[in-house]
Structure formats: C-alpha cells, structure tokens
C-alpha cells in the first residue's frame, strides 16, 4: 500500500485509506473504489477540486473533507492513490435484503447504526445500509462489510429500469456501463456499490451538482427519475456481484 493511502501527508492531506479503506471498498458515507479505472479516479479527484462535483446538501462533511483533500493532494500523490485502488479487486461487500422492517437505527460516525435501545420500525420509502459489526468496522477490518436494507419488491423494480430503460424514462445502464455494469474504459462499475452512494450520485447528477465534462451523459439518464426510482436502482445494482 502506498505512503499516500496508508499515512497520506502530514498536516495536509488524510490518509486515503482511513475513509476508503486498504481494500478500496469504502463506507456508505464514502465511496468503493477498488477496481475502478485509475484515469477515472484522478478525473473525478479533479472534479471535485474545480468545483464540478459537489453534494446537494453543501453541509454534508463528509463531502467537505474530500474536497478539501482534492486541493491539497499532489499530481503525483493522486496518480499513485488511483494506480493502487485501480489495481484491487472488488469483491462482495454489502449484503442486500428486502424488508418490511428494521432495526430502529441512528446517525452515528455518518452511517445509520441501530439504537442501543433496540426495536424494530418500518422501513417506508428508503435504504438503510449499516455495518455488519459496528466494532470490526471502526476498527477498519476489511473482513467485516455491510447490510443495505432495501424496500421489498426494490430491487425487481429496479432492474426493470436498469435493463429496459422503462419506456424512454430512462436508458438501459449497460449500453454505457457493460452487459454485467461492471465498467467499460473509463465508465465506471456500477455493480456491487454502496446504495446509499448510488443514489446520492444519482441525486447529485439530477441536481446538477455533479457536472464535470464526464458526467454529461448520465443527464439525461437520471433527468426523469424520482427518487423512489433512484432507491429502487441502487438497490438493484448493489444486489449484483461487483
Ligand atoms: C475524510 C475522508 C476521505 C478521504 C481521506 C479520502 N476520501 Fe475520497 N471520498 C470521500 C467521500 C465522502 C466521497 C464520496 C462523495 C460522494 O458521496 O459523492 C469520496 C469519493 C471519492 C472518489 C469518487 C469515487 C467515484 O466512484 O466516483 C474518488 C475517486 C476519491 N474519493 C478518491 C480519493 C483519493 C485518491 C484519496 C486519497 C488521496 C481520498 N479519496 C481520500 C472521502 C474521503
Ligand atoms: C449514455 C451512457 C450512459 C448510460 C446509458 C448510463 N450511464 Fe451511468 N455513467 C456514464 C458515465 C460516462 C459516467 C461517468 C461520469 C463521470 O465521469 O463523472 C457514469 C456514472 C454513473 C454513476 C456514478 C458512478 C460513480 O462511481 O460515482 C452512476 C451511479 C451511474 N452512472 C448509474 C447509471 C445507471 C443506474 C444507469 C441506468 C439507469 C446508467 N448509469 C446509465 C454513462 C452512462
């Protein structure tokens, strides 16, 4: 693992790996990014640098902290970052389940974490994807991944629109992101991802608060979708192997 992503540069820039992890398959409040291209990742580093890839909700810190490291990390720190996490694998990190209820959860280091008090609530319209052992993560085992608790009936929902395009609504995902959306050049996987980071994607790229050069083509793809649809999609594409 390089300097960069296990110590990062004293006081400037934190340590890649602290919020990706070692094995580049980050956080609900992060992003994975084992196994995506390394031109892909410096674009987007860039993006967020310029001002072209921000959150919809400007108060969100975790957001802040990668922005404010997109300044200060260098040229040739980035490019050595992106080559390591573009040369893991990715491998399966969230388990999806279809529920009616759920644990009554918090918000607690950025992640949903079940109340101490225990009980059970319904799950409405949204994705809950909390650690599978709070402890191991926090301790940053990269054995110990994630649950997403989808809607039930999301993730069919979701592949109807991920592979049919719904009647014009929208485009099937695999014309651009490859027949498994495990990526194509430097279009990036969608398989196997964080839901909670799927959909904040999808959100932030109708917003327009995702706008890099890059980024055009999915416009019009999420131009039409509720955000009903947005949970439904990532919960299809977080059901499939990365
Ligand atoms: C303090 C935590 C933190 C650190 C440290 C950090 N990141 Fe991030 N990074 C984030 C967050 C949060 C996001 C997700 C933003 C979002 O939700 O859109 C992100 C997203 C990204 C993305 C976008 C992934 C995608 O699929 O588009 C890339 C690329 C990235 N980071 C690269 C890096 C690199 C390289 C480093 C080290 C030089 C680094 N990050 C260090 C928090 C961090
Ligand atoms: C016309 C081509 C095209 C189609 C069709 C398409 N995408 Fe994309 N998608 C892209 C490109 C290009 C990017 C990279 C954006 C960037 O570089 O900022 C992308 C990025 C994404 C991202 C952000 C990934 C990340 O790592 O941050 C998500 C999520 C996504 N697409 C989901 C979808 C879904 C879901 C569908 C189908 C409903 C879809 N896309 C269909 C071209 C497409």
Known sequence: MPGIVAHGRTPDVFACGYCHLPNGAGRPENASLAGLPADYIVQ????FKNGL????????LPMAFMIALARDVNDAELRTAAQYFASLKPKPWIRVVETKTVPRMHVDGWMMVPVASGGTELIGRRILETPENLEQ?????????????VPVGSIDKGRLLGTTGASGKTTACATCHGTDL?????????AGRSPSYVVRQ???????????AAAQPMHPIVAALTVEDMISIAAYTASLAP
């Open 182 to 190: 495990k990526g194509v050049g430097n279009i990036p996987s969608i």
């Open 137 to 149: 993560t926090e301790l940053r085992n990269d054995a110990s991944g994630f649950v997403a608790y």
């Open 202 to 212: 999808l959100y932030d790229l109708r917003s327009g608060d995702r706008a890099g």
């Open 53 to 60: 890839r921000r959150s919809s909700n400007p108060k969100r």
């Open 44 to 47: 987007q580093v860039a993006d």
